[in-house]
């Protein structure tokens, strides 16, 4: 992937631009992900996400029973 790439979500299916090669910038650095959601995240999807995609399912993890975690 280049340093700055207009990417498709696969979630949403909304394109970004994705900046792998300057992370710092990259609209995902706006959400905060524990470990744990991160691997929920993972599990699920193997590329990039939008930011709004990162937060639903960041809210979606914290809403699973205890037992699902």
Request: net charge positive.
């Amino acid at each position: 992937m280049a340093s700055h790439e207009t990417i498709t979500c696969p979630r949403c299916k909304q394109t970004f631009e994705c900046r792998v090669g300057t992370i710092l910038r990259c609209q995902c650095q706006n959400v905060v992900l524990t470990d744990e959601e991160r691997t929920f995240i993972r599990q699920q999807y193997n590329e990039c996400l939008c930011a709004n995609c990162l937060r639903q399912l960041k809210i979606a993890y914290q809403q699973l029973p205890d037992t699902s975690k």
